[in-house]
């Protein structure tokens, strides 16, 4: 059964990881858009830069538990990649305090800024004036989602700790040392 929930929670974070994917075009044709309307057109426009920052943020924080699934997230691999898998484990499980503690407060004050938000309906004060609500949302949901994958890391570390085989996630995830 906890496999199950390990593998659900994994899938959920490559569902997301994939469906967001498309904002990284989307970013990409708004700036083109932006150098096109303010050097060529001769007309800048509010808007393409505000909303690519904000599709930036909401990429930037679903994005973390796809991420850690697939092992992406950067690792100081000068001697971490010289590890044994179980010494790599073990050094996980005792740095993983330090990821808990600061995605519980991520949770924790990023739940309170997205509530305040939603609850006075906030918009931006420029002159497009979008709701920026939704983004701020996007952080509690992303730090639960990342949380979420980290406790899967940190049963799956507690595994190969204590000599067990991982549990099958069925995804490719990057090992450190693998891309240099």
């Known amino acids: 059964?906890?496999?199950?929930?390990?593998?659900a929670v994994t899938r959920a974070n490559g569902w997301i990881g994939r469906a967001i994917?498309?904002?990284?075009?989307?970013?990409?044709?708004l700036l083109l858009a932006e150098v096109f309307f303010r050097y060529i057109a001769g007309a800048p426009k509010v808007w393409t830069g505000e909303l690519t920052q904000?599709?930036?943020?909401?990429?930037?924080?679903l994005a973390g538990g796809y991420i850690m699934a697939r092992?992406?997230?950067?690792?100081?691999?000068?001697?971490y990649s010289r590890f044994s898998p179980r010494t790599r484990a073990i050094v996980d499980l005792i740095?993983?305090?330090?990821?808990?503690?600061f995605l519980g407060a991520l949770v924790y004050f990023?739940?309170?800024?997205?509530?305040?938000?939603?609850?006075?309906?906030?918009?931006?004060?420029?002159?497009?004036?979008?709701?920026?609500?939704?983004?701020?949302?996007?952080?509690?949901?992303?730090?639960?989602?990342?949380?979420?994958?980290?406790?899967?890391?940190?049963?799956q570390d507690l595994r190969i700790a204590l000599g067990l085989p991982?549990?099958?996630?069925?995804?490719?995830?990057?090992?450190?040392?693998?891309d240099s």
Request: avoid cysteine; hydrophobic fraction near 55%.
């Open 71 to 79: 092992g992406g997230h950067v690792n100081v691999d000068i001697l």
């Open 21 to 29: 994917s498309p904002l990284l075009l989307a970013m990409f044709v």
């Open 95 to 101: 740095t993983s305090s330090l990821f808990f503690v």
């Open 110 to 155: 990023g739940s309170s800024l997205a509530w305040e938000s939603i609850e006075f309906w906030e918009r931006s004060q420029s002159a497009w004036n979008p709701p920026i609500w939704p983004v701020k949302l996007a952080i509690p949901v992303g730090a639960i989602l990342l949380l979420l994958q980290g406790l899967v890391k940190f049963v």
């Open 54 to 61: 904000m599709l930036f943020g909401v990429y930037a924080v």
């Open 166 to 178: 991982p549990v099958d996630l069925g995804i490719e995830t990057v090992e450190p040392g693998a």
């Open 1 to 7: 059964m906890l496999g199950a929930l390990m593998r």
